[in-house]
C-alpha cells in the first residue's frame, strides 16, 4: 500500500464510523489496512489514557515508519458551550494538562479542517475521565480549550518523537453543562471498561441507567458523524512533506 494516514481512537467504537466508510482488512497487530476519502489508511485501537496513547502510537509509528500522518480520533467533552452531541472538533493545538507542554499541530492538516464542517480550537488532553460539569468549566478557564480527551497528548508526544504531522479529530460525546452518569474511572482496567464491574454498579444503582443510556446514543451518534467528517478530511487533506517536526512549547 501507499504511504498510509495513521488514525488511532481509544475504543473499537470510536473507529467503526470510519472503518464502515471504507474497504478494510485486518493486519496484525490490532491494526486495520484499507482505504477511504482516496487515501491509505492505517487504523488502530490504543485504550483509554494518555499512556496507552502513547505506546500505541510509538508501536505503529515503528510498524509504518513512511506514515504521512497520524490522526488522534474518538470521542471529546465539549468546554465551550453550544457545542452539542455529534458536533465535530479538531485540534489547532494540545495542551497537556499534566505537564503544560502544547503540541502545535501540524498547519497543513489544520488548513484542511476548513473543509469540514467542524470547531477548530485548543484541545486540553487529560490524565482521567473528567465527571462533572464543574470540572470541565475549571479546565476550560485555565486552558481556553474547546474540547477534552484521553489521549491527544500521549499520541502528540509520540509524533514528536518521530517527527510525524498530527492532528486530532474528534465529535462531542457530552456537552459542557452535563455531568456524566457515573465515574468511568472506577471500572478501568488497562485502558478497557470492566463489564462486570460496571453491571455490578448499575445493578445497585439503577437510577443512574436512563441517563448512561442516553449517553450511549450520544456517542453512537457521534461515531456516526466522526466517521463522515473524517472520510471528508482525508479526502481534502494536504499533508506536509519533508522533515516536519512537531513544535512543543511550554
Known amino acids: 500500500m501507499s504511504s498510509p494516514i495513521i488514525l488511532a481512537g481509544a475504543f473499537p467504537l ?103 464542517k467542524c470547531r477548530t480550537g485548543k484541545f486540553a488532553a487529560v490524565s482521567g475521565t473528567i465527571i462533572t460539569s464543574a470540572e470541565k468549566k475549571k479546565i476550560a478557564d485555565a486552558t481556553g480549550a474547546v ?14 518523537d518521530a517527527g510525524i504531522p498530527f492532528i486530532a479529530i474528534r465529535a462531542i460525546s457530552d456537552m459542557l453543562d452535563e455531568d456524566l452518569p457515573v465515574d468511568f474511572n ?26 448512561l443510556i442516553k449517553l450511549g446514543r450520544n456517542s453512537s451518534l457521534a461515531c456516526e458523524k466522526l466517521g463522515e467528517a473524517v472520510e471528508s478530511f482525508f479526502s481534502t487533506a494536504s499533508i506536509p512533506g519533508g522533515n516536519f517536526m512537531l513544535r512543543v512549547t511550554r
Not at 34 to 42: A, D, K, L, Q
Open 14 to 116: 470510536e473507529i467503526n464510523g470510519i472503518k464502515k466508510r471504507g474497504r478494510f482488512r485486518r493486519a496484525g497487530n490490532g491494526c486495520y489496512e484499507g482505504e477511504t476519502g482516496g487515501v491509505s489508511v492505517i487504523l488502530a485501537v490504543s485504550g483509554m489514557g494518555e499512556d496507552n496513547a502513547y505506546s500505541t502510537a510509538k508501536k505503529i509509528l515503528l510498524l509504518y515508519p513512511d506514515a504521512r500522518a497520524y490522526v488522534s480520533a474518538g470521542l471529546s467533552a465539549a468546554l465551550v458551550s453550544g457545542l452539542v452531541p455529534g458536533d465535530i472538533v479538531g485540534a489547532t493545538e494540545i495542551i497537556e494538562t499534566s505537564s503544560g507542554n502544547i503540541y502545535h499541530c501540524a498547519p497543513g492538516l489544520i488548513d484542511s479542517l476548513t473543509k469540514v
Open 147 to 160: 474540547a477534552l480527551d484521553m489521549e491527544s497528548g500521549g499520541a502528540a508526544r509520540a509524533c514528536k
Open 186 to 211: 472506577l471500572f478501568m482496567d488497562d485502558g478497557k471498561i470492566n463489564p462486570t464491574r460496571l453491571i455490578f454498579y448499575l445493578l445497585a444503582h439503577p437510577w443512574k441507567i436512563p441517563a
